[in-house]
């Protein structure tokens, strides 16, 4: 069944668990999404960018996502991620999307404001609810304090910032980063401004920027031909601790790319011979299936559906 992020999110707070948002871009992912969470009996959200819309079609993902949700028994929500404009959030709502996130993070603080405060006002008139994000991801193991600053979440900003626009989550910036290379040395995370944000800003808290990079996964997809030397994610005490400091909502894409492209790899570098797409994609699904499934119960999210 279809819920909105808010309702996953204020209850996986209150048990001191995080909800995993695992982005889909086809009808794979999707299905490892939504066979992962039935399996861990575990709340899910389904996200969605808007290079993923651009990619398969908004109609389309709406669709299968809502058919998924249909037969799912665990509650889950479609999530727009990073949706940088109104018209953007607008039309996935009306697509029948239960959560947006609008990132006005690369305005300055008042238009960011002002942009995250309109989408609030029309998302929650239909019933949807919305994220923002203050502040920029970037690693910053090796930043001056300066720098940290610039772009690091404000504590004060952030308490400011959910008044002001009624925001239902918040996505806060403290030292990760999306995609393989987040970091050239060791990362290291400000917990001490996490708990900060979250003594000030009472809603529950995302993280972006969260996969792993597992070492298993860089492997199997050397082993198979692909380049990722220096790839480095997220220690995963790492996102525990952040959990127990108030986040609620963590993101995950990178290790589902990651575990669909080194199994393809791997089959076909094993079957030369296969040219059916079913066999081909099988495997990619069930790789990150797994995936999902271990990410459920480091969140702690497993049997919380």
Same mark, same amino acid.
């Given at each position: 069944? /279809?819920?909105?992020? *808010?309702?996953?999110?204020?209850?996986?707070?209150?048990?001191?668990?995080?909800?995993?948002?695992?982005?889909?871009?086809?009808?794979?992912?999707?299905?490892?999404? +939504?066979?992962?969470?039935?399996?861990?009996?575990?709340?899910?959200?389904?996200?969605?960018?808007?290079?993923?819309?651009?990619?398969?079609?908004?109609?389309? /993902?709406? @669709?299968?996502?809502?058919? +998924?949700?249909?037969?799912?028994?665990?509650?889950?929500?479609?999530?727009?991620?990073?949706?940088?404009?109104?018209?953007?959030?607008? @039309?996935?709502?009306? %697509?029948?999307?239960?959560?947006?996130?609008?990132?006005?993070?690369?305005? *300055?603080?008042?238009?960011?404001?002002?942009?995250?405060?309109?989408?609030?006002?029309? +998302?929650?008139?239909?019933?949807?609810?919305?994220?923002?994000?203050?502040? *920029?991801?970037?690693?910053?193991?090796?930043?001056?304090?300066?720098? @940290?600053? +610039?772009?690091?979440?404000?504590?004060?900003? %952030?308490?400011?910032?959910?008044?002001?626009?009624?925001?239902?989550?918040?996505?806060? %910036?403290?030292?990760?980063?999306?995609?393989?290379?987040?970091?050239?040395?060791?990362?290291?995370?400000?917990?001490?401004? /996490?708990?900060?944000?979250?003594?000030?800003?009472?809603?529950?808290?995302?993280?972006?920027? %969260?996969?792993?990079?597992?070492?298993?996964?860089?492997?199997?997809?050397?082993?198979?031909?692909?380049?990722?030397?220096?790839? *480095?994610?997220?220690?995963?005490?790492?996102?525990?601790?952040?959990?127990?400091?108030?986040?609620?909502?963590?993101?995950?894409?990178?290790? /589902?790319?990651?575990?669909?492209?080194?199994?393809?790899?791997?089959?076909?570098?094993?079957?030369? @011979?296969?040219?059916?797409?079913?066999?081909?994609?099988?495997?990619?699904?069930?790789?990150?299936?797994?995936?999902?499934?271990?990410?459920?119960?480091?969140?702690?999210?497993?049997?919380?559906?």
């Amino acid at each position: 069944m /279809l819920v909105t992020n *808010k309702d996953l999110l204020l209850l996986a707070r209150s048990k001191a668990y995080a909800v995993g948002a695992f982005n889909i871009n086809n009808l794979e992912s999707l299905l490892a999404v +939504a066979e992962a969470a039935a399996e861990e009996k575990s709340p899910v959200i389904v996200a969605v960018t808007p290079s993923a819309i651009k990619y398969a079609g908004l109609s389309y /993902l709406a @669709k299968i996502a809502k058919t +998924a949700a249909e037969s799912a028994l665990v509650p889950m929500s479609l999530h727009l991620d990073h949706g940088e404009n109104f018209e953007t959030t607008s @039309k996935c709502i009306e %697509a029948g999307f239960t959560s947006v996130m609008i990132d006005g993070s690369f305005l *300055k603080f008042e238009e960011n404001v002002a942009l995250t405060k309109r989408v609030v006002d029309f +998302a929650h008139s239909k019933g949807v609810s919305v994220e923002a994000e203050l502040g *920029k991801l970037a690693g910053v193991e090796e930043s001056t304090v300066e720098e @940290k600053e +610039a772009v690091l979440t404000d504590p004060n900003a %952030a308490k400011e910032f959910v008044e002001r626009t009624g925001v239902d989550a918040l996505a806060v %910036a403290i030292g990760t980063s999306h995609g393989a290379y987040k970091f050239k040395a060791e990362p290291k995370l400000d917990f001490e401004r /996490l708990g900060l944000i979250k003594e000030k800003a009472d809603l529950p808290l995302v993280l972006h920027g %969260a996969s792993s990079v597992p070492h298993w996964i860089i492997e199997k997809a050397a082993k198979y031909g692909a380049e990722l030397t220096g790839a *480095k994610g997220i220690p995963e005490e790492n996102i525990k601790k952040a959990i127990s400091l108030g986040i609620a909502k963590i993101n995950i894409d990178t290790d /589902l790319r990651l575990a669909f492209t080194a199994t393809i790899r791997e089959f076909l570098a094993n079957s030369p @011979k296969e040219f059916d797409p079913r066999k081909i994609l099988g495997p990619a699904k069930d790789a990150m299936k797994e995936v999902v499934k271990g990410k459920m119960r480091l969140f702690g999210s497993s049997s919380k559906a």
